[in-house]
Nanobody, 117 residues
Framework: QVQLVESGGGLVQAGGSLRPSCAAS????????MGWYRQGPGKQRELVAK???????NYADSVKGRFTISRDNAKNTVYLQLHSLKPEDTAVYYC???????????WGQGTQVTVSS
């Protein structure tokens, strides 16, 4: 059974930092592209960042230079380091696993990030 469990969200003031993480189980993590998406109030879910099995990354323009995605294959975990947070970063952040072999996709339950001004 594939399971993604996010943690590390929270409430922070503008300019602050957080580091959500996503622990995966039931998947071949080393062959999976991992991504972080977010959905703000009244908005559609959008890609924040993703990292391939080979370590290639891409980011939404709105977070470039502020957010960093990384992965630890030994721990089956992906991280999203958030710096210089802005109120507009407030959203539920979702982890996504996309198999590079089968293209099976799985979502986590989400973790809330709230940035106060």
């Amino acid at each position: 059974q594939v399971q993604l469990v996010e943690s590390g969200g929270g409430l922070v003031q503008a300019g602050g930092s957080l580091r959500p993480s996503c622990a995966a189980s039931g998947i071949a993590f080393a062959f999976t592209t991992m991504g972080w998406y977010r959905q703000g109030p009244g908005k559609q879910r959008e890609l924040v960042a993703k990292i391939t099995s080979g370590g290639s990354t891409n980011y939404a323009d709105s977070v470039k230079g502020r957010f960093t995605i990384s992965r630890d294959n030994a721990k089956n975990t992906v991280y999203l380091q958030l710096h210089s947070l802005k109120p507009e970063d407030t959203a539920v952040y979702y982890c996504n696993a996309d198999s590079e072999v089968t293209h099976y996709s799985q979502w986590g339950q989400g973790t809330q990030v709230t940035v106060s001004s």
